[in-house]
Nanobody, 120 residues
Framework: QLQASGGGLVQAGESLRLSCAASGFSFEHYCAGWFRQAPGKEREGISCFSSSGNSSIYADSVKGRFTISIDNAKKMVYLQMNLLKPEDTGVYYC???????????????WGQGTQVTVSS
């Protein structure tokens, strides 16, 4: 199970930190990541961190603003979101998958979403 938290309503330019707790498995053997779905749009991959390869990837739309991190001891993955924009608004989902990728097909496990709303 994946449990995400930390969403909320912020103004453009502000920051939020999302957290996700895993239960029943460890992120050590997965790429732990985040997807989001904006209103009326398809779900898209935002970032993924692979503990085995100690590497991460980001969607172009969030590069330089978002940072993913992981605490395997606590079975937690985080997404620090800075300089938020209204277009970052959406439901954010915590994920785990076997590959370092941002495709829907790269995901094995989905958490429930947490709403992020960025006002202009």
């Amino acid at each position: 199970q994946l449990q995400a938290s930390g969403g909320g309503l912020v103004q453009a330019g502000e920051s939020l930190r999302l957290s996700c707790a895993a239960s029943g498995f460890s992120f050590e053997h997965y790429c732990a990541g985040w997807f989001r779905q904006a209103p009326g749009k398809e779900r898209e991959g935002i970032s993924c961190f692979s503990s085995s390869g100690n590497s991460s990837i980001y969607a172009d739309s969030v590069k330089g603003r978002f940072t993913i991190s992981i605490d395997n001891a606590k079975k937690m993955v985080y997404l620090q979101m800075n300089l938020l924009k209204p277009e970052d608004t959406g439901v954010y989902y915590c994920t785990a998958g076997p590959f370092l990728g941002l495709l829907l097909s790269d995901v094995d496990y989905w958490g429930q979403g947490t709403q992020v709303t960025v006002s202009s």
